[in-house]
């Protein structure tokens, strides 16, 4: 996982040139960077509690949240000249980039040390903008595929009205031990989270790989936060057990979308031939860089189109916001459940090629973090 950085200026061309800078460095694999030109914006971020490593903002905008700053995070002040605000580590705003960037490394060092098992964890998204493409059928073939693979793979289903007693073994849906509970335990005991996981993760026979039940009481995951969603990724990841966690998101595009999108290293984005999934599509992206800006626009290059239930013959001929990495065949269904897509020879070929190609297996690289 990446660390959150966040940057708080009020100049927008100079954020735009470090963000630029960042997005083409080596850093772009250290950092999610989440930056704020006003200060109003950046105090209401940082009420919202959402997971920070590491701040860097100059002194007015650090005055403005001087209430709300939240301890234990490593933060510097970008100033003009040193001894400016020495109540913080003081990085020269204007110098030369790699610079400032190794001094924001260097105080950022102590969240690097916290974070090493997240590190080593890979999260691929799977979603699209319409109900019905096949999504959840991707989701459990990714996972298959790579724990044949040799990764250790945890499977997190976070849509809204979650299904997975139709495909999980006859009882293995079933319990009082699920998101719901995991939820109280990152609330009231952070400590015992790994511990809890250990005792209630379930494990499929057939997928070989772990996974949790859904929520027990349905208004928990409808009253779910951006801050949740990213809290459980990063309570699976703590634990050091996997090496891939495979999320499968929803048709909706909100905070905890976006939330989970920025956690992920690969967001595979699904559609098929049909033109009004399409459509769909192209109005759910549009409103994604209306609403979110920047922090959407960052996420285009971890961002895979793939076209189920196609051989790519009409897509070909077709544009919705990037070309498709992968085509899919439609899958030849035989058998009930996860047996179902493991018994199509075709789509779990189509699926393989789809891995490989998300995980750079064969330059031996870990998936791009864009």
Same mark, same amino acid.
């Given at each position: 996982m990446r660390q959150q950085l966040v940057i708080a200026v009020k100049e927008q061309d100079y954020v735009k040139r470090l963000a630029d800078y960042v997005r083409d460095s080596p850093f772009s694999e250290q950092w999610q960077l989440?930056?704020?030109?006003?200060?109003?914006?950046?105090?209401?971020?940082l009420k919202s509690g959402y997971p920070v490593h590491g701040i860097a903002a100059q002194p007015y905008m650090l005055e403005a949240a001087a209430g709300v700053l939240p301890e234990g995070v490593p933060i510097g002040a970008l100033v003009m000249a040193p001894g400016q605000f020495p109540a913080y580590c003081e990085l020269l705003q204007y110098q030369a980039l790699?610079?400032?960037?190794?001094?924001?490394?260097?105080?950022?060092?102590?969240? #690097?040390?916290?974070?090493?098992?997240?590190? %080593? #964890?890979?999260?691929?998204? +799977?979603?699209?903008?319409?109900?019905?493409?096949?999504?959840? @059928?991707?989701?459990?073939?990714?996972v298959h595929t790579a724990a044949n693979n040799g990764q250790r793979v945890f499977y997190v289903n976070l849509e809204r009205w979650n299904a997975m007693d139709t495909w999980l073994e006859r009882g293995?849906?079933?319990?009082d031990e699920?998101?719901?509970?995991?939820?109280?335990?990152?609330?009231?005991?952070?400590?015992? #989270?790994? &511990?809890?996981?250990?005792?209630?993760?379930?494990?499929?026979?057939?997928?070989?790989?772990?996974?949790?039940?859904?929520?027990?009481?349905? &208004?928990?995951?409808?009253?779910?936060?951006?801050?949740?969603?990213d809290a459980i990724v990063r309570a699976v990841a703590a634990t050091g057990q996997y090496d891939l966690i495979v999320i499968d998101l929803d048709e909706g595009l909100d905070e905890l979308h976006l939330a989970v999108m920025?956690?992920?290293?690969?967001?595979?984005?699904?559609? %098929?031939?049909?033109p009004a999934v399409q459509r769909k599509s192209q109005l759910a992206y549009q409103y994604g860089m209306q609403r979110f800006g920047e922090r959407f626009r960052l996420l285009k290059p971890r961002l895979q189109l793939v076209v189920n239930r196609s051989d790519g013959q009409?897509?070909?001929?077709?544009?919705?916001?990037?070309?498709?990495c992968a085509f899919l065949?439609? @899958?030849? +269904?035989?058998?009930?459940?996860?047996?179902?897509?493991?018994?199509?020879?075709p789509y779990m070929a189509a699926v393989e090629r789809l891995y490989r190609q998300l995980v750079k &297996?064969?330059?031996g690289e870990p998936i791009a973090n864009g």
């Amino acid at each position: 996982m990446r660390q959150q950085l966040v940057i708080a200026v009020k100049e927008q061309d100079y954020v735009k040139r470090l963000a630029d800078y960042v997005r083409d460095s080596p850093f772009s694999e250290q950092w999610q960077l989440t930056i704020f030109t006003h200060a109003e914006a950046f105090v209401q971020f940082l009420k919202s509690g959402y997971p920070v490593h590491g701040i860097a903002a100059q002194p007015y905008m650090l005055e403005a949240a001087a209430g709300v700053l939240p301890e234990g995070v490593p933060i510097g002040a970008l100033v003009m000249a040193p001894g400016q605000f020495p109540a913080y580590c003081e990085l020269l705003q204007y110098q030369a980039l790699p610079g400032l960037l190794q001094g924001m490394a260097s105080i950022m060092a102590p969240a #690097v040390q916290g974070t090493d098992r997240e590190q %080593t #964890v890979q999260a691929i998204t +799977v979603y699209s903008a319409s109900g019905g493409v096949g999504k959840t @059928t991707l989701a459990r073939q990714l996972v298959h595929t790579a724990a044949n693979n040799g990764q250790r793979v945890f499977y997190v289903n976070l849509e809204r009205w979650n299904a997975m007693d139709t495909w999980l073994e006859r009882g293995a849906a079933h319990g009082d031990e699920g998101l719901s509970q995991l939820l109280y335990i990152l609330q009231t005991h952070p400590d015992k #989270v790994g &511990e809890w996981l250990g005792r209630h993760s379930k494990r499929h026979a057939l997928l070989r790989a772990d996974y949790i039940l859904p929520c027990s009481n349905a &208004e928990d995951r409808m009253t779910l936060q951006a801050t949740d969603a990213d809290a459980i990724v990063r309570a699976v990841a703590a634990t050091g057990q996997y090496d891939l966690i495979v999320i499968d998101l929803d048709e909706g595009l909100d905070e905890l979308h976006l939330a989970v999108m920025e956690l992920s290293h690969q967001i595979i984005w699904l559609v %098929t031939e049909d033109p009004a999934v399409q459509r769909k599509s192209q109005l759910a992206y549009q409103y994604g860089m209306q609403r979110f800006g920047e922090r959407f626009r960052l996420l285009k290059p971890r961002l895979q189109l793939v076209v189920n239930r196609s051989d790519g013959q009409l897509h070909a001929k077709r544009s919705i916001f990037k070309p498709a990495c992968a085509f899919l065949p439609d @899958t030849a +269904v035989m058998g009930k459940g996860a047996a179902a897509v493991l018994s199509s020879p075709p789509y779990m070929a189509a699926v393989e090629r789809l891995y490989r190609q998300l995980v750079k &297996e064969e330059g031996g690289e870990p998936i791009a973090n864009g």
